[in-house]
């Protein structure tokens, strides 16, 4: 399939945009040396990976939004597989030093079993597939390093089938959920959650990387991470990429930042189309989904 940029590549099974990963550095990213002190977010696309990133760095940094504006969220929290990740690792990382992936389970699973790798602390962030759609979709027409699909209805069927850049987002959820890891090894956070309680959350993860924050801290981080703040920040709201990597007239990163905008897509066919599939493959699944606000 061709892309604006090239081509979708296939590694370890899953399909890869080439015009960001190569196979070279899809092949490093399995290798990465961890430090037993690192934090990992782990997420399918468009699930709030670049939300949690935000929060990460407001909690390692107490509230202050230095970094966040001065920074862009790639290089604070590179993505593992990004063919650039080399040169950010040698530039000084904080520490904690954060790290990004939208790799599945069964590609980087066994780099995190054995001391230091079984020590990171995974933030798993999920959020309800028919909203992660929807949202994938849009970010298509956006970014040149994906296909282009020219409707929805062709684009949900590659979502259903597990035909687009980063495998199904199926065996993304149910690998990373349900994998065995020490306890305070894996958080697992939804984006509804997010979106229903941000206090609440980042209290929670403040908590699980025992980083407790005072209040004036957490007012900061709470105010910062709120989608108008993120929107307006140049450092996180992706208007810094080259338009050769995103096209900026077709849309905008921060687009909705809402729970349940799904129902402005979806038809009622598409919709039972999609629960039957929901059904039989996350059969066995015990993991809860937030549809709507
Ligand atoms: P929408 O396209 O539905 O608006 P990712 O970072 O994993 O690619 O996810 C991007 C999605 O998260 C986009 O969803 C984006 O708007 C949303 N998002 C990012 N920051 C947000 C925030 N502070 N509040 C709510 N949604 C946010």
């Avoid at 590609?107 to 933030?123: C, N």
């Avoid at 905008?261 to 993991?287: G, H, P, R, V």
Wanted: with cysteine; aromatic share 12%.
């Amino acid at each position: 399939c061709r892309t604006r940029l090239g081509h979708m590549e296939s590694f370890g099974g899953v399909l890869f945009p080439a015009g960001l990963h190569t196979q070279e550095s899809l092949r490093l990213a399995l290798n990465v040396p961890f430090q037993e002190t690192d934090v990992l977010v782990v997420s399918y696309p468009k699930s709030g990976t670049t939300w949690m990133q935000e929060i990460l760095t407001l909690i390692l940094s107490r509230g202050d939004p230095h970094l966040s504006h001065t920074v862009p969220n790639w290089a604070r929290a590179p993505w593992l597989e990004h063919h650039y990740f080399a040169e950010l690792q040698e530039a000084a990382l904080k520490q904690p030093r954060v790290f990004t992936t939208h790799l599945p389970v069964h590609l980087l699973g066994p780099a995190l079993q054995e001391p230091p790798g079984s020590r990171v602390k995974i933030i798993y962030v999920s959020r309800n597939p028919k909203d992660v759609a929807v949202s994938f979709y849009h970010f298509h027409q956006l970014a040149t390093f994906l296909p282009e699909f020219r409707t929805f209805p062709e684009f949900l069927h590659h979502f259903l089938e597990g035909t687009l850049c980063y495998g199904s987002w199926f065996d993304h959820v149910k690998g990373w959920t349900s994998v065995r890891r020490a306890p305070g090894a894996l958080l697992h956070v939804a984006y509804e959650q997010m979106s229903l309680d941000l206090r609440g959350t980042i209290q929670k993860v403040s908590s699980y990387l025992q980083r407790p924050l005072a209040e004036d801290e957490m007012n900061s981080c709470v105010k910062h991470c709120s989608f108008s703040s993120m929107k307006e920040n140049k450092m996180v709201n992706y208007s810094l990429v080259a338009k050769e990597l995103m096209d900026h007239s077709k849309g905008s990163f921060m687009r909705k930042g809402k729970v349940g905008d799904w129902k402005t897509m979806f038809t009622e066919e598409q919709d039972e189309y999609f629960k039957s599939i929901f059904e039989s493959k996350m059969e066995n699944c015990a993991l809860d989904f937030v549809w709507e606000e």
